[in-house]
């Protein structure tokens, strides 16, 4: 079976990062997705927005509330995750989460906001993935690896 999602898209506020009574971080954040396209009947261009809240645990979520900023362009590979909770009502609640376990930063380290050429720090919990032959970023600095 697979469970795994990769989305690229831009962090609606700074993350929250807290931790557990075990001592663990964890870091929260959301990423808007947005998708644009032109309606076959009217002509009209339309668009869809879609936010995903997004966890982060350990070493990584560190680094997130380091690095990841409002308005910042950002790549998330993860798994999704539905956790179930209670509700100041008392009513049951379901939640879908991105737990992400590779982060990048697309745009630039000051404030990660536009910048197309800044060296990007890259954070990947499990291996560094291997770099793209030909993939038009050769002018850059390598990714940084934490």
């Known amino acids: 079976m697979l469970n795994q999602v990769q989305i690229i898209g831009r962090v609606g506020k700074d993350p929250e990062v807290r931790y557990l009574p075990s001592g663990e971080a964890v870091a929260n954040f959301s990423v808007a997705t947005t998708e ?5 009947q009217s002509g009209e261009l339309r668009e869809e927005t879609e936010w995903h809240r997004i966890s982060t645990f350990g ?7 380091q690095y ?3 308005g910042g362009l950002v790549y998330v590979s993860g798994k999704i995750k539905t956790r179930k909770y209670t509700d100041k009502d008392g009513s049951e609640k ?3 989460d991105i737990r992400a376990n590779e982060l990048k930063l697309l745009s630039s380290r000051e404030n990660n906001q536009g910048g197309e050429h800044a060296p990007r720090p890259s ?3 499990q291996r560094p993935a291997p770099a793209a032959q030909g993939s038009g970023f050769d002018d850059m600095d390598d990714d940084i690896l934490f």
């Not at 070493?59 to 509330?65: M, Y």
């Open 36 to 40: 644009k396209w032109k309606d076959k």
């Open 59 to 65: 070493r990584l979520d560190e680094i997130v509330g």
């Open 68 to 70: 990841v900023k409002k």
């Open 94 to 96: 379901y939640a879908t």
């Open 123 to 125: 954070t990947n919990q």
